[in-house]
Each structure stands twice: as C-alpha cells, then as structure tokens.
C-alpha cells in the first residue's frame, strides 16, 4: 500500500497561495510498521550495505522492540564475486512485468533471484509484504546520504525528515522517481513502503569507516523512527525539498566507434547538487575543448557514477521540488 500523493510545486512558485501549507493537511492515520526489512548486496561491490546486513546478522538484532528486522544479502553470487552483478543488475529487476515474466533456462540469475525476494519480502503490491524495505547502496559519485524514492510516501516522507533533522555529519537529500508503482524496478518498491539510502563517495569493492558510520546512523535513526511511531506519537506534518529526476547526459563520444571523447570537466566533478547553469562547463574532451551545459538550469547528480558508464549516462539532472505532507500517527484497533 502506498499512501496518497502529496502536494509537491517547483521552487520558483514558494510563495504561490495555490498551494496548500501542511497546517491545513489532515492527520492521517496508518497501520503499524511492524515487519521491516535491511537489505544490502544489491550490487555486490557496494561494500556499505554488504556489511552492515553482515554485521546486522552477526548481532541477531531480528527484534527491535515493537519491530521485526529480516536482514537479507540479496545477491549473494554478485557479492562474493566482489561484482555488481552476475548476468544482469538486479536492481532493475522488480517491475510488475519482470516478475511475472515466465523462467526459461535461458532466464538470468538475478532474475530468478528477484522472484526469490519478492516471494521473501513481497509480494510486491500485496498484504504479505513487509511494512517497510529499505536497501543499501553506494556511489562513487559526492552525493553525501541521499534517500531515493518511488511515490510520495508520508511514511518515508517523516522517516526522512528524522534522519535529516539528526544527521549533522554529511548533508541529507532526498531524490523522487516519479514512477508508478507497478514499473518501479527497484527492490524497495517490494515493500508496502520503502527507500534506497544512496551514499558517497565510495569506490567500488572499497569499504569507508565515515561511509559506513553514515549508513549505520541513518539505519539506527529509521529504527527508532518506527518504534517511536509504534508507540504511539505523532509526527508533526512539514515540507522538505527534493529532487527528481529530469533527464540524463551521456558522455560526449566519438560517432563511429562510440568510444567517450571526454571526462567530466574539474568543475562538475564531486559538485553533486550544486545548481548547474548554461554556459558552466560539464565535460572537458581529451583533446582539451570544455563543453558547456545548455538549457534549464538543473541539479546534477550521480555526477560520474562508476556504474553508469555501461547505461551511457555521465550525471543526472533534477529539479528541485518542495514536498508536502501532514501529521502521521499510529492507528489504534
Ligand atoms: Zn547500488
């Protein structure tokens, strides 16, 4: 179950009387959260996640107080192969189309994995899933803690203001894919809610101590957001900003052999989030030529990324949007 979509309005209308505030939303009230689940090894080589579901195991921290903890490696053959994958990302796997495709031989690992854990975790769109899915990632790209999304979820909403309002160590962002439900590919729309925390820099196969005490705090503050709203308090409804995906720029590259022709140029490098006007430089070719962003101005993100050289994409561009959302509680039988 997802909750309904929120007002959201771009930044340049902040003022806009149109809209409306969150004083005048509704409390909503929703079922516990009780069934949650830690996932990391999503790509084998993120090293973050893959260690702290291990460290997780090794704790048998299965009970929280009110909340259950499933903790899942969920691609085991990628990470003991220190390998994002092993025949396709398993991250792009959970549409509703991918996992109700009929298995074949030819079927590829992940694949199948992916049935695995949505039979574990899911089903995806049902009663049984868990309440809650949160799943590890990193990213060679300067991003800091970011938490991605699919639907305006309140739940995620207030797990993420919570988490911005205690991290102090490394800026908090939040990224929106909008995205239906039933074509989100990722493994956290397994869950009735659910998001992917995204942290970096981290090189691939790498494990970072102040990486790695970032994931650990934003899992130990969801925690004690669901125990607390278990509980019975009431989160006050807000706004936060965010960012959603407008399109994607590929590396420059050569039009016969299709090889790059460029790197990110030293001024976009490791400036993830920093608003990217026309004429500011974003690529500089091998033969030494700048080339320069045109149109809107948009917030780059994902800028390098080591993975997304296979999917042609140098960085993504967002925009930045305010999301609103009202007071949550529990609700009482
Ligand atoms: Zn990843």
């Known amino acids: 179950m997802n909750c309904p979509v929120g007002q959201s309005r771009t930044d340049q209308h902040s003022s806009d009387k149109l809209f409306f505030s969150y004083q005048q939303m509704e409390p909503v009230s929703l079922p516990p959260l009780s069934r949650v689940a830690i996932c990391g090894g999503t790509h084998g080589n993120e090293m973050s996640g893959v260690y702290m579901v291990k460290e997780l195991q090794k704790q048998k921290a299965d009970q929280t107080g009110s909340v259950s903890v499933t903790t899942v490696l969920t691609n085991p053959r990628a990470v003991d192969a220190c390998r994002r994958y092993i025949e396709i990302d398993l991250n792009r796997c959970f549409t509703d189309a991918l996992l109700s495709a009929p298995v074949t031989d030819s079927t590829p690992y992940e694949l199948r994995r992916a049935r695995e854990l949505n039979a574990q975790l899911g089903p995806k769109g049902s009663p049984e899933a868990v309440d809650l899915l949160c799943d590890i990632h990193n990213t060679t790209a300067n991003m800091g803690m970011c938490l991605i999304f699919y639907s305006l979820d309140w739940i995620t909403l207030h797990i993420y203001k919570y988490i911005k309002s205690k991290m102090t160590s490394t800026p908090v962002r939040a990224i929106q894919l909008d995205i239906p439900n039933s074509e989100a590919y990722s493994l956290e729309s397994v869950g009735k809610h659910g998001f992917a925390i995204e942290v970096g ?41 965010a960012y959603t995906l407008v399109r994607s720029v590929d590396y420059p590259r050569d039009p016969t052999t299709s090889d790059i022709t460029a790197a990110i140029h030293p001024q976009l490098q490791d400036n993830d989030f920093k608003l990217l006007r026309p004429g500011n430089p974003t690529f500089l070719s091998f033969s030494g030529e700048t080339v320069k962003h045109e149109g809107d101005e948009l917030y780059p993100f994902f800028v390098n990324e080591c993975a997304y050289y296979e999917k042609k994409i140098a960085f993504h561009l967002a925009r930045k949007i305010t999301l609103t959302f009202p007071s949550v509680s529990v609700k009482k039988d």
């Open 201 to 241: 820099p981290q090189p691939n196969g790498v494990v970072r101590a102040d990486i790695f005490n970032m994931v650990r705090e934003a899992v130990d503050l969801t925690k004690e957001w669901l125990q607390a709203f278990n509980s019975g308090n009431t989160f006050a409804g807000g706004e936060v900003e």
